[in-house]
């Protein structure tokens, strides 16, 4: 219980220790933490922070190019899942479900090489890039573990042609009331 400290997970310069942060089922709040720390380094292989109530945005410098697994799923984070500032060349799973993301965008990055990425309960609509179903398709047979995608891709959700399973999720009001305190109006 508490929040997760500013500072946490730096290292002192040249170390190379890989961190795997764990940090589920622990009744945390608040946001989180800026990583840009860990954004030019291969120091941070794995952040979760799954089955909590943290809130506020996705911060964009937890998308380190060097990341495998990012679970962010099970809480109450608001905004829209941010833009990498590079490709994420390794990373694996992606799950950002029941939340309260918006917008239109499911990184690019996301559908490349990307084993496991669950979306599905949140308010996202719009187009999946069909770049993330190509490179899926022409990946799959390269790898050993399926690749999955999952959406709320009902009408008014997200068109997925690729999604592996479908999620009738929240729906969305034309206008939802979005506040850092409060969620969407749902029908």
């Not at 794995?46 to 990341?67: C, E």
């Not at 090489?113 to 069909?130: K, S």
């Not at 999620?167 to 009001?173: A, D, I, L, Q």
């Given at each position: 219980?508490?929040?997760?400290?500013?500072?946490?997970?730096?290292?002192?310069?040249?170390?190379?220790?890989?961190?795997?942060?764990?940090l589920?089922n622990?009744?945390?709040?608040?946001?989180?933490?800026?990583?840009?720390?860990?954004?030019?380094?291969?120091?941070?292989?794995?952040?979760?922070?799954?089955?909590?109530?943290?809130?506020?945005?996705?911060?964009?410098?937890?998308?380190?190019?060097?990341?495998?697994?990012?679970?962010?799923?099970?809480?109450?984070?608001?905004?829209?899942?941010?833009?990498?500032?590079?490709?994420?060349?390794?990373?694996?799973?992606?799950?950002?479900?029941?939340?309260?993301?918006?917008?239109?965008?499911?990184?690019?990055?996301?559908?490349?090489?990307?084993?496991?990425?669950?979306?599905?309960?949140?308010?996202?609509?719009?187009?999946?890039?069909?770049?993330?179903?190509?490179?899926?398709?022409?990946?799959?047979?390269?790898?050993?573990?399926?690749?999955?995608?999952?959406?709320?891709?009902?009408?008014?959700f997200?068109?997925?042609?690729?999604?592996?399973?479908?999620?009738?999720?929240?729906?969305?009001?034309?206008?939802?009331?979005?506040?850092?305190?409060?969620?969407?109006?749902?029908?």
């Amino acid at each position: 219980m508490g929040t997760i400290p500013s500072g946490f997970g730096q290292l002192p310069n040249g170390s190379k220790v890989r961190r795997w942060i764990n940090l589920d089922n622990n009744a945390l709040q608040g946001t989180l933490p800026d990583f840009s720390y860990f954004m030019h380094t291969p120091n941070l292989r794995m952040f979760s922070a799954a089955n909590n109530t943290l809130t506020g945005v996705i911060p964009p410098s937890i998308l380190s190019r060097y990341v495998w697994y990012i679970h962010l799923n099970n809480n109450r984070l608001t905004g829209s899942i941010p833009e990498s500032s590079g490709p994420m060349i390794e990373l694996e799973e992606l799950w950002l479900h029941d939340n309260s993301l918006t917008g239109n965008f499911i990184p690019q990055n996301g559908g490349y090489l990307v084993r496991n990425q669950t979306y599905h309960d949140n308010y996202i609509h719009g187009e999946v890039d069909p770049r993330i179903c190509e490179s899926m398709r022409s990946s799959a047979w390269s790898l050993r573990t399926p690749l999955t995608l999952t959406a709320d891709c009902l009408p008014s959700f997200l068109e997925c042609s690729c999604c592996t399973k479908c999620y009738e999720g929240k729906r969305v009001t034309m206008s939802p009331s979005i506040v850092p305190s409060s969620r969407p109006t749902s029908i």
